[in-house]
């Protein structure tokens, strides 16, 4: 006995210490304008393991190891404090204070750390745990019973009125243990029976939690043998809604085991989540810190030059370098910045040879944070099935897009998709969301329901002129055919590259002779290239960029806010084109993105200025030239191999940004002023 009572003299001084009873009485003042009694009322505690094993260590091995029996403790001094303070008279037994311990975090040893590839399945003792993972579905907020009353059925007995007899939910409970029908009072041996009018309702919503690594075999390449599984969280009451499809996070739960005769289910009970990101040291190769040391005369010759080597393995030298830098370039941006803004750089490539690209792609996905490569076939974005945890409710699971959150979703050849699925890929490429219905009759629900569910991934995509073509290329208008991708589709994506075969036969040589010297003699680099980088070091230069926080110079959004004001007037005036607002951000997207590339924290006005080109050719793809006239490989116009085709790019660049700045006085004079109206 004079143990517990130390025990209970330590949770006081913890809580005084912590704010705990502060917060206890702050929780007390709206239960006394409540019109009724119920039954339970709920408080929660934050722990902290580290004060609480400072004040007493034998409390604080209850918490981490036996918490159930810690919450006994703090539900004891709770109760003695409401009623010491008299915070509230509808509180009569400490049976109706239910406590929830949530932890702040837990130590950071082995033994308190869940590994979701690799942990047992077995019973074990019901302590807190931390895992990390990504969430792959969940279901939709349903009702569980927190706390029932019950009476004596004798009415001569004592327990046949007030609050006796309480029922509360414990973790690992179903609906059917916490509220049954064969519970006997313990005075006079007569049958208790519910009384129903104060059943205490609460939110329950289940999670199924994998871990990261189970989405490398989304990538497309050729995997191990490795078997993942995911887990069920239920999480409860404040922490329904907490968890988002497609994200990472951290979870403190206690592993239960449910009886559901006669299943036997394992699953946590989650008791605090929070958003998780992967800890990693992103560095710069030293090849690439020299390569950046022997460019700073050029604010373009860096990224000309990392992805002219990029895929070296896949295509040979100078043939797909503006669609190597698209695809560096959506690497780098797709991202949510630290003002919980996203940011994407969406990619549709034009090409009459589906298979390179295809490969060069799915080579590009490997670098990704999170790449999916998705299936024609397969589910892009949600679908429904029933949940067998015994809610009997709609289990919402993530597909393509949805797994691939802060990443890359590669859609591939869009010829092999039907049209309700273009028309669905071009509504979330608009609106950036998925819209999910959910029939109520179906799920057991009064009413149907639709929710939206945001979609944070970048898209890639490709198209095949050669198929269903209309119309041939037009040197004159500079448009291309979009193959069986529709005009409003190419739009939403932004950004299209063409990849066509300019130079004819010899392109189809060289490919081919390179592929056969890759066959032979693999990675081996091209006999005029002084530079060689390893996947690894393409990987961690990505990874860095990703992590730069970049602002942008007055210099660089003047000519964004100018070109767009100039080209949409230019291009509505001689074409009746209308410019969609949605320019500016993927203007905006590109400069960043191109600085980040290039390894600075500030946009330059050459930043704009391979946005500005990028973005010109892909709406002449699909529109034709304006008067600005830029041609068609206007970011590469030529070979970069030698340290004279650099000097030659720069001087051609030069001429392009004069060209643009005398296409924005022309169309869009005193462009400073639009800024503040834009």
């Known amino acids: ?46 722990v902290n393991p580290s004060d ?13 190891h036996d918490p159930l029996k810690a919450t006994v403790l703090f539900q ?21 204070v239910n406590i929830s311990l ?66 509360v939910h414990a973790p690992g409970a179903t609906e059917s243990a916490t509220v049954r029908n064969d519970f006997s009072c313990t005075i006079c041996s007569s049958q208790l029976k519910e009384d129903v009018k104060f059943r205490v309702l609460g939110d329950k919503q289940l999670v199924e939690l994998t871990h990261v690594k189970a989405l490398d075999v989304l990538r497309g390449h050729q995997q191990s043998s490795l078997r993942y599984q995911s887990i069920t969280l239920f999480l409860r009451d404040e922490l329904c809604g907490s968890m988002r499809i497609g994200c990472l996070y951290r979870v403190i739960g206690i592993p239960v085991l449910v009886h559901q005769w006669p299943n036997l289910t394992w699953s946590v009970e989650a008791n ?74 969406d990619l549709l490539v034009v090409t009459t040879d589906a298979l390179i690209l295809d490969r060069l792609m799915t080579y590009s996905l490997s670098l990704a944070c999170r790449g999916v490569r998705h299936q024609a076939s397969g589910e892009m974005f949600a679908y429904l099935s029933r949940d067998e945890h015994g809610a009997g409710t709609a289990n919402i699971h993530a597909g393509s897009a949805l797994l691939a959150t802060e990443g890359i979703c590669m859609l591939g050849d869009l010829g092999l998709y039907k049209k ?3 028309d669905s890929i071009q509504s979330v490429l608009e609106s950036h969301s998925v819209s999910v219905f959910i029939p109520g009759k179906k799920y057991g629900e009064d009413a149907d329901q639709q929710i939206s569910l945001p979609v944070q991934c970048s898209f890639w995509g490709i198209t095949d002129s050669c198929c269903c073509s209309k119309r041939m290329d037009s040197a004159l208008l500079g448009t291309a055919e979009m193959g069986p991708v529709p005009v409003q589709l190419a739009e939403a994506f932004g950004l299209v590259i063409h990849c066509g075969d300019r130079v004819g036969e010899q392109a189809l040589l060289a490919q081919t002779v390179h592929t056969l010297l ?59 084109v209308k410019i969609s607002p949605a320019s500016i951000k993927l203007l905006v997207s590109l400069a960043e993105a191109h600085c980040k590339l290039s390894l600075r924290s500030r946009v330059l006005e050459e930043d704009a200025v391979i946005a500005v080109l990028l973005c010109e050719n892909s709406v002449t793809l699909r529109h034709g030239a304006s008067a600005l006239a830029v041609p068609p490989d206007a970011v590469f116009p030529c070979d970069v191999r030698e340290v004279d085709g650099l000097h030659k790019r720069d001087r051609i660049l030069d001429k392009l940004h004069q060209n643009i700045l005398r296409f924005i006085y022309t169309y869009a004079p005193g462009a400073d002023t639009y800024i503040t109206e834009e």
């Not at 004891?76 to 109706?96: G, M, P, R």
């Not at 019901?126 to 569980?144: D, F, H, L, N, Q």
């Not at 019973?145 to 007995?157: M, P, Q, S, W």
């Open 52 to 64: 609480l094993i400072e004040v007493d260590p034998v409390l604080g091995d209850y918490v981490l």
């Open 518 to 576: 890759q066959a032979v003699q693999p990675r081996k680099q091209p006999p005029s290239s002084s530079w060689d980088f390893s996947n690894e070091d393409y990987r961690e230069l990505v990874a860095y960029c990703r992590g730069l926080e970049v602002e942008l110079s007055p210099e660089a959004e003047k000519l964004i806010h100018g070109f767009y004001m100039a080209s949409r007037r230019a291009r509505t005036l001689n074409q009746a």
């Open 420 to 422: 309700d699925k273009m």
């Open 272 to 345: 605090s989540v929070q958003l998780w990101e992967p800890k990693c040291c992103h560095k710069v190769s030293p090849g690439f810190q020299e390569l950046w040391k022997s460019s700073s005369s050029s604010p373009w010759r860096f990224s000309a030059v990392v992805a002219h080597h990029f895929g070296l393995d896949l295509a040979p030298p100078g043939l797909y370098d503006t669609l190597k830098l698209g695809l560096l370039l959506s690497l780098v941006q797709t991202r949510t910045d630290t003002n919980h803004t996203f940011h994407s750089v």
């Open 102 to 167: 949530n932890f702040t975090h837990l130590p950071p040893f082995p033994e308190y750390t869940l590994e979701l590839c690799s942990f047992p399945r077995v019973y074990g003792p019901m302590r807190p745990v931390s895992m990390e993972g990504v969430v792959i579905a969940m279901t939709r907020v349903t009702k569980y019973t927190l706390g029932a009353r019950f009476l004596c059925t004798n009415e001569e007995c004592s327990c046949s009125a007030g609050f006796h007899y309480i029922r």
């Open 1 to 46: 006995m004079a143990g517990v009572l130390a025990l209970k003299e330590s949770v006081l001084i913890y809580l005084d210490r912590s704010g705990g009873l502060k917060k206890l009485a702050d929780d007390c003042k709206p239960l006394n304008d409540l019109q009724h009694t119920e039954a339970v009322y709920r408080f929660t505690v934050r």
């Open 76 to 96: 004891s001094v709770c109760f003695l404090a409401i009623k010491t303070l008299s915070l509230s008279e509808k509180i009569q037994t400490a049976s109706q």
